[in-house]
């Protein structure tokens, strides 16, 4: 299984951003999904997760009300909306598998990762 995230750039605060994270292999809809975020030396940490079928989501407190993450089956691909992005969600984005129905805000419990996409929020 293989991860590509992408849509990362600068945005001013208040703007918004969609990231998308294209999943290799016939198993995708097996997997919930999450997205984490690592801000220059700052641990990584979950931003928000959905359940294999789309049927739940997960947030951190953080975004909650202002991202959104959504995933189409068909086309092996996870999204993460961003609205109303202030400059502390500036950080290094990454989408995650994880081999279970639900998702989880544990990083360990995730099997497989992406490599990041930089995202930028100038004041």
């Known amino acids: 299984v293989q991860l590509q995230a992408s849509g990362g750039g600068l945005v001013r605060a208040g703007g918004s951003l969609t990231l998308s994270c294209a999943v290799s292999g016939r198993t995708f809809r097996q997997y919930a999904m999450g997205w984490f975020r690592q801000a220059p030396g700052k641990e990584r940490e979950f931003v928000g997760g959905?359940?294999?079928?789309?049927?739940?989501?997960l947030y951190a407190d953080s975004v909650k009300g202002r991202f959104t993450v959504s995933r189409d089956n068909a086309k092996n691909t996870v999204y993460l909306q961003m609205n109303s992005l202030k400059p502390e969600d500036t950080a290094v984005y990454f989408c995650?598998?994880?081999?279970?129905?639900?998702?989880?805000?544990?990083?360990?419990?995730?099997?497989?990762w992406g490599q990041g996409t930089l995202v930028t929020v100038s004041s």
């Open positions: 995650a598998a994880d081999r279970s129905m639900a998702p989880t805000a544990l990083a360990v419990r995730y099997n497989y």
């Open positions: 959905i359940s294999w079928s789309g049927g739940s989501t």
